[in-house]
């Protein structure tokens, strides 16, 4: 808990928790890792996509790996354990272990751009481990136009170098991402610790809504084409069939407009929605819909909508094996076992592509997240890594 409070303070934006990919905070955190690991006996490294990972070696000669971890960097204004507790209670399990070894190496991988902050692009860090990094992501850009090839390699990372992070998935025993819940279930139900069985599919878009800027005090109402206007017209009713779905969450959470001066009618939106179900059918279905939704709430203003970017995250399913064996070491160390679904994204979702993949969730007394009253409890932080060491110290590798 200190050490989250440790990594706390390394911001980006001092007062407010922040660490963006790439970023100072970044590269102080990876410092700060680099010291507890190695006092750990940890042997330290970090990526071409920056991703860093610290190896607790096998007690005898093998190439397979465990990798245990979670994600670095935040959300802007964000809460302390999202991601960086998952990390840390990897590490922590790898203290447990200590000089016992395992027979497989044990990696703690804090995994490097999960919530796609910096470059609109989510999950880069667990697209490299999976060899899924699409070089054509390079020429995205920041908010002050630095591209991604830039920005890697003033951190002093080679982008050239990127395919090489791919892990070969041959030698991947298992991928265990712990994270806190981000929701108030366990609360309700009264168990420290969750086993994810599922992730839901994410769609992002981005949305561009056309209208004609124009003099605020010259342009008569009746004739105005207000790209804001029509934008709310319809963020609302984004809300509203969300609302009347269960299961989907539509979120309209970034906008710009344009030209964005007080005394000019904004010609020009732009803005992100996010589209969330566990079933991949019903969220493909809500996303053409609200996109047909934005074209006719234009066209009756006079105006114009079209999609500029779609990304999707299908919904993924955790492995079986390796959830009977973490449900196993739930029960092993007393708790009762809690399977649940993830509405937020995360990188396993990724990985469980390539790499047999599950999470445990740690509970969270307030269930909020993305925001920075985010908190959890030590003694159920104390439980996730007294079941992961069990976990490990009795993994059958069934692969
Ligand atoms: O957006 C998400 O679901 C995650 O927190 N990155
Ligand atoms: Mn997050
Ligand atoms: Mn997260």
């Not at 779609?310 to 993924?316: C, E, L, N, V």
């Amino acid at each position: 808990m200190s050490r989250c409070d440790e990594i706390a303070a390394l911001t980006d934006d001092p007062g407010k928790i922040h660490r963006l990919y790439l970023s100072n905070a970044i590269r102080q955190t990876h410092d700060l890792l680099d010291q507890l690991a190695r006092h750990a006996e940890l042997s330290c490294r970090v990526d071409a996509a920056g991703n860093w990972i610290g190896r607790l070696p096998a007690n005898q000669p093998t190439d397979r790996v465990l990798m245990i971890g979670s994600h670095l960097d935040t959300v802007p204004n964000a809460g302390k354990y999202d991601g960086l507790l998952g990390v840390l209670v990897g590490l922590a399990v790898a203290e447990c272990v200590g000089s016992d070894r395992l027979p497989f190496h044990l990696d703690v991988v804090g995994l490097s751009e999960e919530e796609g902050v910096r470059f609109s692009k989510p999950y880069l860090g667990s697209a490299a481990l999976a060899g899924r990094f699409d070089p054509a992501w390079f020429r995205r850009k920041d908010h002050q136009g630095i591209t991604m090839r830039e920005a890697i390699t003033s951190f002093g990372l080679s982008p050239d170098r990127l395919t090489n992070a791919r892990i070969d998935p041959n030698r991947v025993i298992g991928f265990i991402e712990p994270h806190i819940e981000q929701g108030p279930l366990l609360r309700r139900v009264d168990r420290a610790v969750g086993l994810v069985t599922a992730i839901a599919g994410q769609s992002r878009l981005l949305l561009r809504f056309s209208g004609v800027a124009g003099h605020a005090g010259t342009v008569p109402m009746p004739f105005r084409t207000d790209a804001l206007v029509m934008a709310s017209k319809w963020i609302d009713l984004v809300a509203q069939y969300a609302t009347q779905r269960e299961g989907l969450c539509a979120t309209v959470g970034q906008l710009h407009v344009q030209p964005n001066v007080r005394n000019v009618i904004p010609g020009c939106v732009e803005l992100s929605l996010d589209v969330r179900d566990a079933k991949d059918d019903r969220r493909r279905r809500a996303a053409t819909d609200l996109i047909d939704m934005a074209i006719r709430v234009a066209r009756e203003a006079g105006g114009d909508a079209e999609v500029i970017e779609h990304q999707q995250q299908p919904a993924a399913t955790m492995d079986e094996s390796l959830s009977n064996q973490l449900r196993a070491a739930i029960t092993a160390v007393g708790c009762g076992a809690f399977d649940m679904t993830s509405g937020a994204g995360h990188d396993s979702a990724v990985l469980s592509d390539v790499f047999p993949t599950s999470m445990l969730f740690i509970r969270q007394p307030v269930g909020i997240s993305h925001h920075p009253d985010e908190d959890v409890d030590a003694s159920d932080v104390a439980i996730a890594i007294e079941v992961l060491h069990h976990f490990v110290t009795h993994f059958q590798d069934t692969t």
